[in-house]
């Protein structure tokens, strides 16, 4: 076992990754954890790698950027998406799991490795020039996110996030409901709540109209709208939306989506229905469709507010931050959005930290890849900066017909990871 060690702030995704990466290379790692003795306001788990805005990790299809995403992972040596199919749950082309038996899956991992101290404290300032990840997450405790501010040199961003209610299947008035993903795509994997117009205006006037938990919301990321903020841009914006009534045998006025959270079948989770609504409006709005009049939630939509850096300003692409090349910002804290995406910023980070431990230089993956093409977006100037998703818009073009593209796009990215790991990571 060597002496060398590396410092941790965060234990959800990116934390958990960075943390068994450098574990399976015999580095001593120290993985600060505040739960549970502090945990925000969109965290109910002691566990670590706790998912909160939904069960999803997302498409695992070669003609998604997320697939694509995925396929890099888990060449560089992730571990964190082997875990969750492990424990996943039927989604169609996306990989969707139990959420419990993931973060336990992590949990378990992590506490099992030897080099691995975690200590349940929560941080604030830290010891800049010791080699220290911040995978701390968008929700992040104030007295860190502060310190970040300072070192940073810029006063944090922050946007709100919201999360969708999860009720019980048992609940739910089959009478009013259908099994069925859009389009045949994924078979059962979901269930589906159609309203006629009539009902659907009646519901629409009552969400609008609705008591919201925080009156004035502003900077709402598109990736997680607040339905009833979504409501608001106009009568048909659901319908375009998360309502979308399309890709059925039969005619729909607007289709709600459930998607299961669990292997069990007993938790449902209400797609696109991120809310900021009080809880007794979610139960009082929410009932309005057939299919979810009896519904009992047990966990209600939340909103929160997430926190992620001026990246442009204070980040270099192999996420060290500008002013302290001992620090590294991983998560959605650096200004990605997305469970995989901060799996992602945890691996890159890991990887070099590892190699600034072992007296070698810091590496970006190629353009060409996901990863790489978000660390260049996320690290070059912009003035109106917000957080990124995977997708194929950030890679350089490829030429060639539409419907052969995206597959194109998977295809050059395979094999330049590849390349990557051999002629980089593998040439010590």
Request: hydrophobic letters at 40%; glycine letters at 8%.
């Amino acid at each position: 076992m060597t002496n060398k060690l590396i410092n941790i702030i965060g234990g959800g995704l990116a934390g958990s990754e960075a943390a068994l990466y450098l574990s399976d290379r015999g580095i001593n790692v120290n993985l600060f954890e505040a739960k549970p003795n502090w945990r925000s306001a969109a965290h109910k788990s002691d566990n670590l790698g706790e998912l909160v805005c939904s069960n999803s990790l997302k498409s695992v299809l070669p003609t998604t950027a997320s697939g694509a995403l995925k396929n890099e992972i888990s060449i560089l040596g992730g571990k964190l998406l082997e875990f969750a199919k492990e424990v996943s749950v039927p989604a169609g082309g996306a990989l969707a799991v139990d959420r419990e038996k993931f973060s336990a899956r992590v949990t378990a991992e992590v506490r099992r490795r030897g080099n691995i101290k975690i200590i349940n404290e929560t941080v604030g300032e830290f010891d800049a020039d010791a080699l220290t990840l911040v995978c701390a997450g968008p929700v992040c405790h104030d007295s860190l996110a502060s310190y970040i501010g300072k070192l940073t040199g810029e006063e944090s961003l922050s946007f709100f996030d919201a999360a969708a209610p999860i009720i019980t299947a048992e609940s739910i008035d089959m009478s009013h409901a259908f099994f069925g993903a859009r389009y045949g795509k994924g078979g059962d994997d979901y269930l589906n709540c159609p309203m006629t117009k009539d009902e659907y205006l009646a519901f629409y006037d009552a969400l609008v109209s609705a008591e919201r938990a925080v009156d004035e919301i502003t900077d709402v990321f598109e990736g997680c709208m607040p339905v009833e903020v979504m409501a608001s841009r106009g009568v048909d914006a659901l319908r375009y939306g998360p309502l979308r009534p399309v890709g059925f045998d039969k005619k729909y006025y607007a289709v709600l989506q459930l998607r299961k959270e669990n292997a069990l079948s007993t938790l449902y989770n209400l797609v696109g229905f991120q809310t900021n609504l009080k809880f007794g409006e979610q139960k009082r709005v929410f009932s309005m469709i057939p299919a979810l009049k009896n519904m009992e939630i047990v966990r209600y939509g939340v909103m929160h507010r997430n926190t992620f850096i001026n990246a442009p300003k204070s980040l270099n692409p192999d996420l060290r931050l500008k002013n302290y090349n001992s620090v590294f910002i991983a998560g959605q804290l650096c200004g990605v959005e997305g469970y995989v995406e901060s799996i992602a910023t945890g691996l890159v980070a890991a990887i070099n930290a590892e190699r600034i431990l072992n007296g070698r230089g810091t590496v970006i993956p190629p353009e060409e890849t996901v990863i790489g093409a978000l660390l260049r977006y996320i690290s070059t100037p912009n003035v109106n900066f917000q957080p990124m998703n995977a997708n194929f818009g950030i890679l350089p073009p490829i030429g060639g017909k539409k419907a052969d593209r995206k597959l194109a796009y998977y295809n050059r990215s395979d094999e330049a990871i590849r390349d990557f790991v051999k002629s980089t990571l593998s040439a010590q």
